[in-house]
């Protein structure tokens, strides 16, 4: 009698564990940051429903996978082709805090300085959505 508790004890707490690691899984962040436009300085930056456009330096689809954005350029300006030559595809880590509607990107994976550098110095502030 006292071997069935302990099987039943232990059993209950296993899915009490299961449910709280499950519920933690569910909170991972699988939407991105809001649509619409962002500028700071010298930038703009349009994302809305997995795409994107980064003002004149090109274009493309993005994609999210918890706090990593990874961007897919499609169409890309000569200056663009200059400073990244093929390099089309690159991931940032990604944060917006809502109250002061700002964007923020960490290099994950960009070969680009030029780009990188544009992306991750600074933060985007949130415009408007865009339509």
């Given at each position: 009698m006292k071997?069935?508790?302990?099987?039943?004890?232990?059993?209950?707490?296993?899915?009490?564990?299961a449910l709280i690691a499950a519920g933690c899984q569910s909170s991972k962040k699988t939407e991105g940051p809001p649509g619409g436009?962002?500028?700071?300085?010298?930038?703009?930056?349009?994302?809305?429903?997995?795409?994107?456009?980064?003002?004149?330096f090109e274009k493309g689809t993005y994609s999210i996978d918890g706090d990593k954005i990874t961007f897919t350029a499609e169409t890309m300006s000569d200056d663009a082709k200059d400073y990244c030559g093929n390099s089309n595809v690159y991931t940032y880590q990604?944060?917006?805090?809502?109250?002061?509607?700002?964007?923020?990107?960490?290099?994950?994976?960009?070969?680009?300085?030029?780009?990188?550098?544009?992306?991750?110095?600074?933060?985007?502030?949130?415009?408007?959505?865009?339509?």
């Open positions: 071997t069935h508790k302990t099987i039943l004890m232990l059993s209950a707490g296993m899915l009490i564990l436009d962002y500028s700071k300085s010298g930038g703009l930056l349009t994302l809305e429903q997995g795409r994107y456009e980064d003002r004149d990604w944060s917006f805090d809502a109250d002061a509607g700002l964007l923020t990107f960490k290099n994950v994976d960009d070969p680009c300085s030029s780009r990188r550098d544009g992306k991750t110095l600074g933060r985007w502030s949130y415009s408007k959505p865009s339509n």
